[in-house]
């Protein structure tokens, strides 16, 4: 059934005000299996994505040390990411109705590996993302510096440590094998990975609002 408008303005403001939802059933077991493998299978491809500085970029993003790598996408994350079915349930979430897709990768953690403090780019709007592995740390979360300026991000990080604790910061699941995905607003909320205590995988999928 299509959304009315009544629904959409309802979704928007709660995507407004908490900045995440979790979109359930969108992932087959045929479908997540495939991507495991698919993941697994590229491993031998995956580039570094190190740097120790912290920056804001000029798209309005704010970067902070990283230490991972990134596995390009094959053909089951390829055609999961340009997903009409996901696309619909996420403008539906999100009350977003003109969200378009910007492809995906995974992310590889290795034992000792982390984000630090961060925004992601200007062309996440929205961000989905999923594990391939069990058992992957959540990652922590500040939706009290909702579109906080990268100078204020910057004395996050000064006064707080790359991985602030502690109450108003809190923490975001990702699925694993359940069907589900979690969208989140990678741009506008400040969100880290502390160093994670084994090696993990994490499907991410950029979406940008027209």
Request: charged letters at 20%; proline letters at 9%.
């Amino acid at each position: 059934m299509r959304q009315t408008e009544a629904e959409r303005r309802a979704a928007r403001t709660s995507w407004d005000r908490t900045g995440t939802a979790l979109i359930p059933q969108v992932l087959t077991a045929v479908r997540f299996e495939a991507l495991v493998t698919e993941a697994r299978g590229q491993l031998d491809q995956a580039a570094p994505h190190i740097h120790e500085h912290t920056a804001a970029h000029r798209d309005g993003s704010f970067a902070s040390p990283v230490h991972c790598s990134f596995v390009p996408p094959g053909p089951a994350l390829e055609t999961l990411a340009y997903d009409r079915t996901l696309l619909a349930a996420l403008r539906e979430a999100t009350g977003i109705p003109r969200l378009i897709p910007r492809g995906g990768a995974v992310v590889r953690y290795q034992e000792g590996d982390f984000q630090g403090l961060h925004t992601d780019s200007v062309k996440s709007t929205v961000t989905v993302a999923f594990a391939l592995t069990p058992d992957l740390p959540p990652m922590g979360w500040a939706p009290h510096l909702h579109n906080a300026h990268p100078d204020d991000l910057s004395k996050v990080v000064a006064d707080h440590g790359i991985f602030p604790e502690g109450e108003p910061y809190t923490t975001l699941a990702h699925p694993y094998g359940d069907g589900s995905v979690r969208a989140f607003a990678g741009y506008s909320v400040p969100h880290w990975r502390p160093r994670q205590p084994a090696g993990g995988l994490l499907v991410t999928m950029s979406f940008l609002d027209l």
